[in-house]
Structure formats: C-alpha cells, structure tokens
C-alpha cells in the first residue's frame, strides 16, 4: 500500500512541476543568483574595506610628510631671516667703516697710490 501511495503522490508531483515549470525555474534562478551575489558582495565588502584602510594609511604618510615638509620651511625661513639679519649688520659696519674713511684711505686700501 505505502509503495502504491509512494507512486501516486509522486505522479501528483510530477504533474504539477511540470504544469508550473516556470516558477520551479525562476525560483531556482533566484536561489542560485541570490547565492552568488552573496559571495560577490562578500568579495566586494572586503575589497571596499581594503581599499579604506589604504586610503587611511595614505592620508596619514601624506599628512605627515605635509607636516614635516611645513617644519623644514619654517626652520629654512628662519634661518633665512637670521642670515639676512647678520648680513644687514656686516654691511652697516663696513658702511660706518667707509663713511668714516677719506678719500685718500680708501684709495690707499684699494692699492692706489695718489701722483
């Protein structure tokens, strides 16, 4: 009896696969792609997140290299300014040296010897 029961039902659904073979089919498609979008999405989340830490660790060597590029300017720009300041001071000297000078001193410095 069980065996003949067992025939008949799967007769029954055989019949009804095959009269909605369409829904069988797109239900088994969704499954399917459903499944590989999960593994795709997957792969993508970890390529996005593997992109973000790069992009972290770049802004950082870029933000550092900014702030060591600022130091070394700031440090050039005063040792620019200190230079400028001794410079200034010698020539002041050398023009109260002068301005204090005759004539005939200067040319004496210079090798000149008056006829």
């Known amino acids: 009896m069980t065996l003949i029961k067992l025939a008949v039902d799967a007769k029954k659904i055989w019949a009804?696969?095959?009269a909605h073979w369409k829904w069988l089919a797109l239900g088994t498609a969704g499954i399917v792609?459903?499944?590989m979008g999960r593994r795709s999405a997957k792969?993508?989340?970890i390529a996005a997140e593997a992109a973000r830490d790069q992009y972290l660790k770049d802004k950082e060597a870029i933000e550092s290299n900014a702030a060591k590029k600022s130091k070394r300017?700031?440090?050039a720009v005063k040792?620019?300014?200190e230079t400028t300041e001794l410079l200034k001071e010698e020539r002041d000297e050398e023009v109260e040296?002068?301005?204090d000078m005759t004539t005939e001193d200067v040319l004496?410095?210079?090798g000149i010897e008056k006829i």
Do not use: P, T, V
């Open 33 to 35: 792609l459903y499944c």
């Open 108 to 110: 004496d410095d210079l």
């Open 97 to 99: 040296e002068i301005g």
């Open 73 to 75: 300017n700031e440090k």
């Open 16 to 18: 009804w696969c095959r």
């Open 79 to 81: 040792a620019y300014h």
């Open 43 to 45: 792969n993508l989340l």
